[in-house]
RNA sequence: UCCGCAAGCCAAUCGGCCGCGGGUGCCACACCAGAAGAGGCCCGGAAGGGCCGCUCCAAGGAGGCAUUCGAGGAAAGUCCGGACACCACAGAGCAAGGGUGGUCGAGUAAAUCGACCCGGCGAAAGCCGAGGGAAAGUGCCACAGAAAAUAACCGCCUAAGCCGUCGCGCCAAAGCAUUCGUGCGGAAGUGUGAUGGCCGGCAAGGGUGAAACGGUGCGGUAAGAGCGCACCAGCGUCACGGUGACGUGACGGCUAGGUAAACCCCGCCCGGUGCAAGAUCAAGUAGGACCGCCGACGCUGCUCGCCGAGGUCCAGGUAGAUCGCAGGGGUCAGAAACCGAAACAGUUCGCAAGAACAGCUGAAAUCACAACACCCCGCCCGUCGCGCCGCGAAGCUCCGGCCGAGCGAAACGAAGGGCAGAUAGAUGGCCGAUCAACGACAGAAUCCGGCUUACAGGCUUGCUAAGGGA
């Protein structure tokens, strides 16, 4: 199978209505004070590359605050796209105060938040 | 130079690496889907259906490589208008409801644009105004104030009328005096002056208010008043100027508060819903018609009926997909040309219902759309030209420079590049350099014309007033 080169591709972004409801209603969330991660094992036998969706809500601002904020998030999972497991969806929603954390830290800030987030799920999916 | 005003423009810049979306070209077939071929296996009584790998193809998806394009002046608010789509009515008028409102011109239209008029603000440049009608009618005008529309609280005035008081006259009577002529006298009466009151007159002044029944001045008057006059404002008529809003002048009669984004009257305009409009295709599930090989039942058999399973076709249409949708048009319509006609006469599959193909006419018989190619037009960029500066006696071009800001290409004419189009929604990240030094407001979602609102900083041009210089 050729490798979608990167996260941020169109293949390997979330793309329907029904595979976000998916994810929201039987995986399983992680949260901080600024995102929330969601996870969904969708298929145990033939486990793909991960796949991302981003959701960011009118809480957080005006449509450019969250452009910004989306690209953000994308920019982080596309660097720690290595340190997560295959076979997954994941859904990162942005809270409210998102917006704040994206001005303070920049991008390497978001990615600290993901990657303790992310991590400390697969630990929860250990010890099941 | 500075203060201000107007118009236009920019929206940090440059380089490297990585990345995202659209278009185009090429590669590839290891993945998915598909076409063809031969083969194997499974389900089924059969018709038929399914699965598996192999060979081959390249015309899809995903992929790789290359190339090209990829947010705004407001993309925003969704406030007007238009295109487009569907729905409704399918004629006209009236009514209702909503909108709109100086004039002329532009514009498909607009709560649009330009010029002008009028009013307000400003010293000016200039800015602001939904700016028809208040002598059609109704209503309202807070607080304050006497009063908010036929005004009278304070105030001013007692000229006319009435009632008093006092002074001074006139004077019939009584009375007194008398030279008998008349004189004095004076109640009542009457005249006049002063004064008080009643009945009144007035609207100048004060006070209240956003606004108080035209303003200023002179005359006039008891006091006053358009009562008279002059000028001003307003109204009407006429004349002149202007396409017109309106302006100017003359004359007239002297007065009419404001409010119509209050009702209302007048003129003009107006179906509704919005691209989540809507169109096409279409799994699955349920539905309808037909077929009658197989099974069950009625009936032991045949026929028939009914039920089940199976098959064929059909309609509607959910998930989903495609289009709408990326500047516009031409080549691009034709003899039936959007699902056709004729025929059931061909071939294949099928028990059959029927399906597919072929044949005839024809360039084409699924069409349309789309795409490729070429051409034309529009817009943008840059070129060029207009333009600006210098030199000079003289510059559209003709010698040199600047293209800084901007504009133009209607006609003729030259060559080049470009035109966002997503659908969980692309236009970004990192590093380095530079600055007026960390860069405002802000992200396309059917398109177009406007309006409104938000906004750091900067650039260009023109203008006003003041000061300075020549």
Redesign the pocket.
């Known amino acids: 199978?050729?490798a979608?080169?990167?996260s941020?591709?169109?293949?390997r972004?979330?793309?329907?209505?029904?595979e976000?409801?998916r994810v929201y209603r039987q995986g399983r969330s992680k949260a901080d004070r600024y995102l929330v991660v969601y996870s969904f094992q969708r298929d145990e036998q033939n486990p793909a590359r991960p796949r991302f969706?981003?959701?960011v809500g009118r809480k957080v601002g005006?449509?450019?605050?969250r452009?910004?904020v989306?690209?953000?998030i994308?920019?982080a999972l596309?660097e720690l796209e290595d340190k997560v497991a295959d076979g997954l969806d994941y859904?990162v929603l942005a809270r409210a105060d998102a917006a704040e954390l994206v001005e303070r830290e920049?991008?390497h800030g978001v990615k600290n938040s993901l990657r303790e987030l992310i991590s400390a799920e697969s630990e929860s999916d250990d010890a099941r």
Not at 8 to 11: F, P, Q, V
Not at 62 to 65: I, L, S, Y
């Open positions: 199978m050729p979608l080169a990167s941020r591709a169109k293949g972004r979330l793309s329907r209505s029904t976000f409801q969706g981003v959701s005006n449509a450019v605050v452009n910004r989306k690209r953000t994308r920019e596309a859904v920049g991008m």
